[in-house]
């Protein structure tokens, strides 16, 4: 038995030399990778993997012994290896990682995210499990929606970006802001302060019954629309610490639509906010 | 026999001995082994879920928002070479040489130190910088991939340590070959951890 023990640990044979030789070879490896780091030069995908993959086996193969070890050593390591490399390749194909970044590529981020732009989820968490729990983070930027839309369509799809309302009584103005209100919040405030308008408590506050000052007052309404919200509030003695994105790029209009919507919806009446209101709060 | 004794004075002789499994391969080595491929797993979902949510932000701070090029190079470089250094503490420690075994696993125990402080430093840059653990995608894959490698270097340079401490009191109670061998095998596996993350989380965002 004990010679047999001695050979099993006579094996590693190799000296500083080969070692130091092994490191060398390792460096310049990693030299190399830092070219596209650096910007000398560009590599493409399967380059950096082959030499990730090289230098991987390089240190199990010479630094781990697995070269000249035991057989039964590299099986252990080899299986549940490979059942690693298995699983996180089918996760990359449930999650379509495969396809092109959504950051480069409009049509995917069209697809993943449909109409409805509320936080970031996978196309097959969307299609399979219902979107709110996957999809607590902010909103995305206006701009970025904007520069993905559809063509025509964007975040206030179907509608003018203007209607004269000189001459209309108060309640007609109300009638016609809300009614276009009423399909911009769906497209824009829905995700967050829901189809309820209760919120999500303690992530996204309620609009319905909200007692928050910066929403009662029309002018501070609308520019909450515009220019978002961060840090603390308190809305109906619950605190909130969160971060609403600005939705400034739609028009004077539609701000307007979707604020006298909110302040007459659910119960609410806190009267109408005008585009010249936003445009003030601009 | 005494052959084999004279090379390896201190593997034991007693048939009954528990270093060995049946098929003569170190208990201690092997059992590592099949610890290093279930931490193949650990470390595979966490690459898996860092992987399945790439790109996927739409909130920053994106990658090249935060990442430095500098400071990635420096620690990688650093964790390579370590396991250049550790690899000669075990060529020392199979060969009974306690003092260059020390000699060789203090550098390694710097280099992974510094790796981890360059760790700190890079979290708390990208933190400033506005990437949390709750605000988006990247902040939470990422912080939770490269946070258990840096758990990974630190409890090496700890375990590095008491091998060291081990060797300079005479504490080693096998063979002391055997004993740095092992903490080597988990400091290499921490290296070729981190040379999949640098391909997959750094290199990849600067590929054009």
């Given at each position: 038995m004990s010679a047999e023990h001695a050979h099993h640990d006579e094996h590693h044979a190799h000296g500083p030399m080969f070692y130091a030789g092994i490191a060398v070879f390792l460096g310049v490896l990693t030299f190399i990778e830092l070219g596209p780091l650096f910007g000398w030069y560009n590599l493409p995908i399967p380059a950096l993997m082959m030499l990730s993959l090289v230098k991987f086996f390089t240190v199990v193969a010479f630094f781990m012994h697995l070269w000249d070890d035991d057989a039964i050593l590299t099986r252990v390591f080899a299986a549940p290896l490979v059942g690693a490399l298995l699983m996180v390749m089918v996760l990359m194909t449930l999650f379509h990682t495969w396809r092109p970044s959504p950051r480069d590529d409009n049509f995917a981020v069209v697809e993943r995210f449909g109409d409805n732009y509320a936080g970031e989820c996978s196309s097959w968490l969307r299609s399979h499990i219902s979107n709110r729990m996957y999809c607590a983070s902010p909103p995305i930027e206006p701009?970025?929606?904007?520069?993905?839309?559809?063509?025509?369509?964007g975040a206030s799809p179907g509608g003018p970006a203007s209607v004269d309302l000189s001459g209309k009584s108060d309640d007609e103005k109300k009638e016609i802001l809300a009614k276009r209100g009423e399909e911009l919040y769906k497209q824009n405030c829905q995700?967050?302060?829901?189809?309820?308008?209760a919120g999500v408590p303690g992530a996204f506050p309620p609009l319905a019954g909200s007692d928050y000052a910066g929403f009662?007052?029309?002018?501070?309404?609308?520019?909450?629309?515009?220019?978002?919200?961060n840090g603390k509030i308190v809305v109906k003695g619950q605190e909130y610490n969160g971060a609403m994105s600005a939705f400034g790029t739609l028009s004077d209009y539609n701000i307007a639509a979707i604020a006298t919507y909110e302040r007459n919806a659910w119960g609410n009446a806190h009267g109408i906010v005008t585009p010249e209101q936003v445009a003030s709060a601009r | 026999m005494s052959t084999a004794h004279e090379a390896h004075p201190l593997v034991s002789s007693d048939p009954?001995?528990?270093?060995?499994?049946?098929?003569?391969?170190?208990?201690?080595?092997l059992a590592f082994w099949i610890f290093l491929g279930s931490d193949c797993f650990f470390f595979g979902s966490l690459i898996g879920?860092?992987?399945?949510?790439?790109?996927?932000?739409?909130?920053?701070?994106?990658?090249?928002?935060?990442?430095s090029v500098e400071v990635t190079s420096i620690?990688?470089?650093l964790l390579l070479m370590s396991s250049?250094?550790?690899?000669?503490?075990?060529?020392?420690?199979?060969?009974?040489?306690?003092?260059?075994?020390?000699?060789?696993?203090?550098?390694?125990?710097?280099?992974g130190a510094s790796f981890v402080g360059f760790q700190v430093y890079e979290f708390s840059h990208f933190y400033h910088t506005g990437l949390t653990l709750q605000g988006n995608l990247f902040g939470s894959t990422f912080y939770t991939l490269t946070g258990f490698h840096g758990t990974h270097v630190a409890i090496g340079v700890l375990w590095l340590g008491l091998q060291a401490l081990w060797l300079a009191k005479g504490w080693v109670r096998q063979d002391m070959?055997?004993?740095?061998?092992?903490?080597?095998?988990?400091?290499?596996?921490?290296?070729?951890?981190?040379?999949?993350?640098?391909?997959?989380?750094?290199l990849m965002e600067y590929v054009r």
């Open positions: 701009e970025r929606i904007a520069a993905f839309a559809p063509a025509g369509g995700a967050c302060h829901q189809e309820s308008g009662l007052d029309p002018v501070q309404h609308a520019g909450i629309i515009i220019k978002g919200l | 009954d001995s528990h270093a060995y499994a049946a098929m003569g391969v170190n208990s201690l080595k879920t860092y992987m399945s949510y790439r790109g996927k932000s739409l909130v920053g701070p994106y990658p090249l928002d935060v990442f620690s990688t470089f250049f250094t550790m690899v000669m503490a075990v060529y020392y420690a199979k060969r009974q040489n306690a003092k260059a075994a020390i000699g060789w696993i203090l550098p390694t125990m710097l280099m070959g055997n004993s740095v061998e092992v903490a080597g095998l988990y400091w290499h596996f921490v290296d070729i951890v981190w040379i999949v993350i640098f391909t997959l989380v750094y």
